[in-house]
């Protein structure tokens, strides 16, 4: 006779373990579906944190101009981001309401920071220094406007250089979050920096406290030498394209195989150094893992005529000399389909943001263009839409389905 066999029963604790294991968002949601007992724990807040800190949010789209591009299919977050698009609010309607036009100028952890503009985007006005800012969630509509930086912070800032190549002088961003407080999931920083003709000037507000304070400060004299750069000159250098990847906001120097880098945790300023070759913007830092930045950079083989996608990785030597921290190692190349030109637009640590459009294209307001999002991890390609124009601003939106995403602000 057959010896029945006996199971144990599966515990909520279990039931959790496993269900962390789910490689996608959308497997949860799936699984949430199963029955009442597994909708529940999945909408348990404690649990969905644990996932969303093991998980990194999905692609869903970027922003351009103010206005939300999803993910479309085949693109695998395109559920996900058709849920989004359908839920959220991106005319950000429910920002209260001026004689001004709220902009878009960072996006970061499914929020999204808003800058008041006023004579119609003049940032060179003499008197516009620091102009008014909010933080607010599109899914869950939900919004805070900011104090003004106090007077007596302002006016460490001095008057405000020209602006060069369309790249402010003073620019806010929001800032990823403290380990300390992944706990916290409706808090939130900012940070404003300034570029001043002697000095760099940045100030921090946490919503936690409601206020703001001065976090660093450093002379380009102290900051700069060896670099090439002349402090004695008139005009200050010049610093763009604004990436963060391991607890740091890197800027490409001009013309120089310099990075300005700010340590989030210390809030101190350093200059690094750039691949050979990547002497001029576009570049991508993202997150290489252990601790090291990685970058990517699309370089065109002019005798072929194609491009491809460089990735290097900073060596990370903890136990070895200050001066190989500095140096970059080749990753990998990625050929990229030839017969078009590719851009880089925007990237956070994980994801990339690329266009491509025909190369017999003359126009780049009327060419039609491609964009694709690449995953640093599996370096894989994947179309997200395209468009009847060409974009040179944008910044990719990552969350989690509406029922997975966290309640800010």
Known sequence: MAEEVSSLPVTDDLLAEIFLLLPTPADLVRASAACVSFRCLVTDRAFLRRFRSLHAAPFLGFLNYDDFHPALPPHPSAPAARAVSLA????????????????????RDGRVLL??????????????????????????????????????????????????????????????PCQKDDAEETSFRVIWMAQCKTKLVAFLFSSTTGEWRAVASQ????????????????????????QYAGGCFYWVMDWREKLLTLDTTTMEFSIA?????????????????????????VRENVAGGTFDLYYTIRRNNKDGPQRSNNQWQM????PLDSGYRYYLRSATERYLLLIRSEEESSSLQMADVECFSLDVKTL???????????????????????????HTI
């Not at 004695?232 to 604004?242: D, E, I």
């Not at 997150?287 to 990685?294: Q, S, Y």
């Open 331 to 334: 990753e990998k190349i990625i």
């Open 115 to 176: 800058v008041r503009t006023l004579l119609d985007d003049d940032e060179e006005s003499p008197s516009l220094v620091f102009t008014d800012l909010a933080v607010c969630d599109p899914l869950h509509r939900r919004c805070l406007e900011l104090p003004l930086i106090p007077k007596d912070l302002a006016a460490s800032v001095e008057h405000p250089p020209p602006r060069v190549e369309f790249q402010r002088w003073c620019e806010p961003f929001l800032v990823p």
């Open 273 to 297: 150094d750039l691949p050979p070759g990547c002497r001029r913007p576009p570049i991508a830092i993202v997150d290489a893992g252990e601790g090291r930045p990685g970058m990517f950079s």
């Open 380 to 406: 894989q390609l994947q179309s997200v839409c395209k468009l009847k124009h060409h974009i040179f601003h944008a910044h990719i939106y990552t969350n989690f389905p509406p029922s997975l995403s966290s």
């Open 88 to 107: 959220a609010d991106f005319s950000y309607s429910f920002v209260p309401p001026h004689d001004y036009t709220w902009k878009v100028r960072d996006v």
């Open 219 to 242: 002379g380009w004299a102290d900051l700069l030498p060896g670099t090439g750069v002349s402090t004695a000159s008139s005009k200050s250098p010049v610093f763009f394209t604004r």
